[in-house]
């Protein structure tokens, strides 16, 4: 056995839909993990963006893995192993957000009466600035409605295709370009005063704007 060989991973030519066949049909504990492995960041990315709570989005992101397996033997053979991941979080999402509106704090569905943007002053250290930028966003991103953040994060942080998302969504592709759209022109609406020292983005480009504010 060659030494690159000793270190290749028994999976590295296994793909998300084959690992998950061997969750599901063989309880595979070593394909569950790998699963794990390559899904956890973005899942708890996804989880932390659509709560605004670092704490909130790792517990779900762990819950939305704990019901992948508890739920494996429902997964469809044919299906994208990603999309059925996505729509779990999402679905734990929004549970949460229906859990936090019951129990009377934030209302994340509410689009225009959400917390007030706190206006930074202006710093000399370029770092301070971005991650002033980048807090203000994550503010504005929650002021959204949980079917609109939904969208913004899917597209503009993880990167899915209209296509993919409408799948993950259950909605059709024009349908996720209206939500897509109207969530793009209100965060530009949200974040317009705040971000003044560039000039004013329109709607397509407020994602380009915080990719680069948001790590």
Known sequence: MSLVSQWLSPF???????AMWRVQTRDDPTAFA????RWEPPVRRLCLRMTGDEHRGEDLAQEAFARVFAHRHAYQHGRKFSTWLWRIALNLCHDEARRVNRRGEFPLDDAEDG???RAFEPSPDER???????ELVRQALLTLPDTL??????REYEGLKLREI?????????????RLADALTRLSRRLKPFLNDEPA??????GTVRRKAIP
């Open 166 to 178: 409408g799948e993950t969504l259950d909605i059709p592709e024009g349908t996720v370009k209206s």
């Open 149 to 154: 953040r939904a969208v913004v994060v899917l």
């Open 12 to 18: 590295d030519d296994v793909t998300d839909e084959q």
């Open 128 to 134: 301070l600035i971005e991650q002033e930028r980048a």
């Open 34 to 37: 790998e699963l794990v492995r």
């Open 201 to 206: 983005s329109p709607p397509e480009e407020v």
């Open 115 to 117: 917390p007030p943007l």
